[in-house]
């Protein structure tokens, strides 16, 4: 931790920080609790390609412009790898007195023995160490190739020898440069926005307390999301290749000038913290939501959360095989949800003070943005395509990923309210007249519940539902079977309109189509829990 602050010095986020983050409703059912809220990148997994070399042909030319035949590319290929290691090593040296050491195994975590380092040295800002080891890899292979009758190159997978660089960037926070030390030379960077923001935050002189990669308290919150929302725009390749000559100190003579790496966003996470009092409102806020993203975590619900598409039954399509999986653990002193689709998923859980709410897209093709294919013309307009790695996409990235941590909030935060379920109801229950009109008393555990609990339905939580869609679910059950498709339109209709008239849904604009509002959203919530809880888990609530 760090920069401890008095408590009388945070400023009370009870607005959204950012134009379109949407947090307004579990900071208005949490109340006083949260304190601040910022939402920015965490952990980004950045890999460099040069792309002309990743393929046969391309490596090929490459080698023959150097004037290196096929069949002696092993031997130019490890006198490459012989100068790298001796570059980083001297390199390694000279900043820290200490060259590269050797892992036996891939499996031991370096950033461990990073920080470790780190403490032992004291190390605020540079270089803190160099470690290396035996890892996959993909490079070439020189075959004879009977066609042509000369050897061919050809991409194989191999184990080769990587070489990881830690350091404590002045700008960046600590990070890690990765390299693997044959041909054709890719480069992994680990950033993390987080320690970025620490970085940020130290230069403009912003108090606060950081532990780990959470904080704690910060004195100004929205210049913390200013910062972070600066990150985004500044992420561009340039920014990058300037980290490159540390891990590959001996690149001009072995690519050359003319050839640039192609960065690629590998893995991303998108955090949002809520930052609360104290640990124990965080644990105890987060007891509650965990058991209800459990008992209401359905697949469907979760292929919503990470905007996947559901048939009109709200079922996952069958030809789409990935699988929706939900699993909860302890998380050092709290506990933690995650729900995955595929390779992507999202999470909540607690830590200290902070309830984080985190978005992982591993697999950004997932995910489809208004933008223009490769190489087209500016004066083409834009269509919906899939979301790419590349830089060029991370606002795009970062709008997504905003947008899944907003679903997951407002299903959370629908159930971080203590009203007792007998007072939610109780102002439904009630006729009242409206323009000379009875509007008739609400029964929600009786006639009215299966219509409630169809429109709670999570397939209809984006684009809302209607008449004919309600139709094919109540039509199945005991409240609509007994009804003629036409009998049944007009009583869904009378229904939805009473159910208009107690504030529960509102009609969409220039569509036949209805949405829970804020109001219907917490009873069919509670409703649907309550329902669905056993006796003995609602005993102990009540206890």
């Known amino acids: 931790m760090e920069k401890a602050l008095p408590y009388f010095t945070i400023v009370v986020a009870?607005?959204?920080?950012?134009k379109g983050q949407r947090v307004?409703?579990?900071?208005?059912?949490?109340?006083?609790?949260?304190?601040?809220?910022?939402?920015?990148?965490?952990r980004l997994m950045v890999k460099g390609f040069i792309r002309p070399l990743m393929y046969a042909e391309g490596a090929m030319d490459f080698l023959r412009m150097r004037n290196v035949l096929n069949k002696d590319y092993k031997d130019w290929a490890m006198e490459q790898s012989k100068h790298l290691t001796e570059g980083i090593e001297q390199f390694v040296q000279a900043q820290t007195g200490r060259g590269i050491t050797a892992i036996a195994s891939s499996h031991t975590r370096k950033e461990e023995l990073a920080h470790r380092l780190q403490k032992e040295r004291k190390v605020e800002t540079g270089i803190i160490g160099a470690w290396s080891?035996?890892?996959?890899?993909?490079?070439?292979?020189?075959?004879f190739d009977r066609e042509r009758g000369f050897p061919q190159l050809r991409w194989e997978q191999v184990r080769c020898k990587h070489i990881y660089l830690y350091m404590d960037h002045e700008d960046f926070g600590f990070l890690d440069l990765r390299i693997q030390t044959w041909f054709p030379f890719q480069i992994q960077i680990?950033?993390?926005?987080?320690?970025?923001?620490?970085?940020?935050l130290m230069k403009a002189e912003i108090a606060h307390q950081r532990c780990g990669n959470k904080f704690l308290e910060i004195a100004d919150p929205k210049a913390a999301q200013r910062l972070l929302d600066r990150q985004v725009r500044l992420l561009r390749p340039t920014m990058l290749d300037r980290l490159v000559p540390m891990i590959f100190p001996n690149r001009r003579q072995t690519i050359g000038t003319r050839l640039d790496y192609y960065w690629t966003i590998w893995q991303g996470e998108w955090a949002t913290d809520l930052i609360l009092q104290d640990h124990h409102l965080a644990l105890s806020r987060m007891e509650v939501m965990a058991r209800h993203a459990v008992i209401t975590g359905t697949s469907e619900r979760i292929l919503r959360f990470l905007a996947r598409p559901v048939t009109v039954d709200g079922f996952p399509y069958a030809r789409d095989s990935r699988q929706v999986v939900t699993r909860v653990a302890t998380y050092h002193d709290g506990i933690r949800v995650r729900h995955w689709a595929g390779s992507n998923s999202v999470k909540a859980y607690n830590e200290q003070n902070v309830i984080r709410i985190e978005t992982t897209i591993n697999d950004p093709s997932d995910f489809?943005?208004?933008?223009?294919?490769?190489?087209?013309s500016r004066t083409k307009p834009k269509r919906r395509l899939p979301m790419r790695k590349g830089l060029a996409d991370l606002h795009h990235r970062a709008a997504v990923s905003q947008g899944v941590n907003n679903r997951l909030m407002d299903h959370l935060a629908s159930c971080a309210d203590a009203t007792p379920l007998a007072d939610l109801i109780q102002p439904y229950t009630r006729s009242f007249t409206r323009e000379g009109r009875r509007i008739r008393a609400l029964e929600p555990m009786?006639?009215?519940?299966?219509?409630?609990?169809?429109?709670?339905?999570?397939?209809?939580?984006?684009?809302?539902?209607?008449?004919?869609?309600?139709r094919a679910v109540l039509g199945q059950n005991a409240w609509g079977?007994?009804?003629?498709?036409?009998q049944l339109s007009g009583r869904i209709s009378r229904h939805l309109s009473l159910l208009r008239s107690h504030g529960l849904i509102r009609k969409m604009p220039r569509q036949n189509r209805y949405q829970l509002t804020d109001a219907g959203r917490r009873l069919t919530t509670a409703l649907a829990t309550a329902l669905k809880a056993s006796t003995q888990e609602l005993m102990k609530i009540a206890a």
């Open 14 to 18: 009870t607005q959204p920080t950012t």
């Open 24 to 42: 307004n409703h579990i900071i208005s059912r949490l109340g006083n609790a949260i304190v601040a809220c910022i939402s920015g990148f965490d």
């Open 133 to 143: 080891c035996v890892e996959a890899g993909q490079s070439y292979r020189a075959c």
């Open 190 to 200: 680990a950033l993390n926005g987080r320690e970025w923001l620490r970085r940020q």
């Open 368 to 376: 489809k943005v208004m933008r223009r294919a490769q190489g087209e």
């Open 446 to 470: 009786a006639k009215d519940r299966e219509l409630l609990l169809a429109i709670e339905d999570p397939k209809h939580g984006i684009n809302g539902c209607s008449n004919a869609e309600l």
């Open 481 to 486: 079977k007994a009804y003629t498709n036409r």
